[in-house]
């Protein structure tokens, strides 16, 4: 367990709370002290709930340490199941609670309770959020599951299950909505939807599915790979992030459901490929982006990025360790070196390094990006409350690789506007000191321009990379000057192009000459 002020995945009873607040009638009982009670803050002010999670704390305090704390966890959960009636429980501990050891779960068995009551053992010191969702969801489906489908009537037609949308997942309600739309247009029902919205009573019927779709491996792949072998029932893996993949997933479907896709993909109403090959958007080709986020969107985004709007992908990674095999090997392929982390401060200082024009990532990248200057979008949890959107936005699906083109591409059309703004560069509202006003208006920018210099020199330092050897490049004064007077939208790039000049050609300063050289070269 690492101490950080920002993390990316909380430990693995958050990941259970995501798993019970998104079912019906399911209630949590957690063991845990004063002061691990702030996860209903998760639902309520972030995801804007308008009901407080189903979770019960003990909420024990260190007085309590020299009593009986597993009398105040039996307390709890008799208390629990007489106010809040449910038809399945879920006991556990936090992080802290784990420590002394009170085995909730044959505390619980002892109650005798009259509705499923299911132990959830978390490790909080060895793995996360993510993984502790997973998990809850693999318990209950293996936990309830256990009737064997029963046989098709004839003439039925094909079902499936769509399995991984949780709570305080990013744009999971919209994307099961198109995604059930979808299916349907090809004309597969939906069996159940898990764990969002299902019921105990739900999750008994996932069997009697003909096959599962998963759209977050995060959540649903252990459950699912436990159902192909307890019954049989094929999974469809293809994430449906972009109009290529969604294509891709309506003939998986469609192979596994034995109907024809083609109706469905003649009238898909997407707006992308058109989009993204119009004159409009010509100039957006190459534009160096990093991607990062949890495995499933970083890499369903980074092909989006490549293959549909023609970028540059300079980095991809993710925070959960538990896909990195997968990352690495799509890394691999777009010929960049994977970043697998959950530390800050490394995609903080990565980004820095490789001076992309857009950032795709978690709320901590989009905090990242404000501070360096770079146009962001986020893609993927840990999110704000403003990736919860009132309105209908989903990322997968047809309509979502619409939603996508918008949300990625908007930036950097309004920073080319900002050339625009150059001929009143003296005007107290448009000088480069006040930032580029798609990144926060009037806060001041420090990455768009570097400040006049004292009369004493103040290098402008950076770090220049030749195929050899990486040099420290300084920058005169007067080319620091030169350099603000170059148009927002490709002053990075001219600044990258000049350092890499000033390496290759060994020298330690960079003059308006040496800047002006480096032009001429670059336009040969």
Avoid at 304 to 314: N, P, Q
Avoid at 367 to 392: E, M, N, T, W
């Amino acid at each position: 367990m690492q101490l950080t002020v920002w993390t990316y995945e909380g430990p693995p009873h958050v990941g259970a709370m995501r798993i019970a607040t998104a079912m019906k009638g399911v209630h949590f009982v957690l063991h845990a002290p004063q002061g691990d009670t702030y996860a209903d803050l998760l639902f309520t002010m972030i995801e804007r709930r308008g009901a407080r999670p189903p979770v019960t704390y003990t909420t024990f305090q260190a007085r309590d340490l020299g009593t009986d704390t597993a009398e105040i966890f039996k307390t709890a959960a008799r208390d629990a199941f007489e106010r809040f009636d449910p038809d399945l429980m879920l006991v556990g501990a936090s992080c802290t609670a784990e420590l002394i050891q009170d085995d909730p779960g044959g505390l619980a068995r002892a109650l005798n309770l009259p509705v499923p009551t299911i132990t959830l053992e978390l490790p909080s010191y060895q793995k996360k959020e993510n993984w502790g969702a997973a998990e809850t969801f693999y318990q209950i489906v293996r936990g309830l599951a256990t009737e064997a489908p029963a046989p098709k009537a004839e003439g039925a037609k094909p079902s499936c299950n769509i399995l991984g949308a949780t709570a305080l997942g990013f744009r999971h309600r919209d994307d099961v909505i198109e995604i059930t739309r979808l299916l349907n247009q090809m004309g597969i029902e939906i069996n159940v939807a898990a764990p969002m919205g299902a019921t105990a009573d739900d999750i008994r019927r996932l069997p009697q599915a003909d096959f599962n779709v998963v759209l977050y491996p995060e959540i649903a792949d252990t459950a699912a790979r436990w159902l192909e072998r307890q019954y049989g029932q094929k999974a469809v893996r293809t994430i449906p992030m972009g109009f290529q993949a969604t294509c891709e997933f309506v003939r998986e479907v469609a192979a596994l459901a034995g109907v024809d896709p083609e109706p469905v993909l003649a009238q898909h109403g997407s707006h992308m490929p058109w989009w993204s090959r119009s004159v409009d958007s010509n100039y957006l080709t190459g534009k160096r982006v990093f991607v990062f986020g949890d495995a499933t969107h970083a890499m369903a985004a980074a092909r989006v990025a490549k293959e549909e709007l023609g970028f540059e992908v300079v980095g991809l990674g993710c925070y959960n360790r538990e896909f990195a095999r997968d990352v690495r090997a799509c890394a691999a392929e777009m010929g960049v070196e994977a970043l697998i982390t959950d530390d800050y401060l490394l995609v903080e200082e990565t980004i820095a390094a490789l001076q992309p024009e857009l950032v795709l990532g978690t709320q901590m990248e989009r905090h990242i990006a404000k501070r360096l200057g770079v146009p962001c979008a986020v893609i993927s949890a840990p999110v704000h409350v403003q990736d919860f959107p009132a309105r209908y936005a989903p990322v997968m699906g047809f309509e979502g690789a619409n939603v996508l083109f918008d949300t990625w591409v908007h930036p950097l059309v309004m920073g080319l506007e900002e050339h625009l703004l150059t001929m009143f560069r003296e005007d107290f509202e448009f000088n480069d000191a006040a930032g580029p006003s798609h990144l926060g208006g009037h806060a001041k920018n420090e990455a768009a321009a570097q400040p006049a210099p004292e009369p004493e020199f103040v290098p402008m330092a950076a770090q220049a990379t030749t195929q050899e050897t990486i040099t420290v490049v300084n920058w005169s004064p007067e080319a620091s000057k030169e350099l603000s007077k170059i148009p927002f939208f490709v002053r990075g790039k001219a600044k990258r192009n000049t350092e890499r000049y000033a390496a290759e050609q060994g020298l330690e300063t960079i003059s308006i000459e040496a800047l002006y050289d480096a032009k001429s070269h670059f336009a040969r």
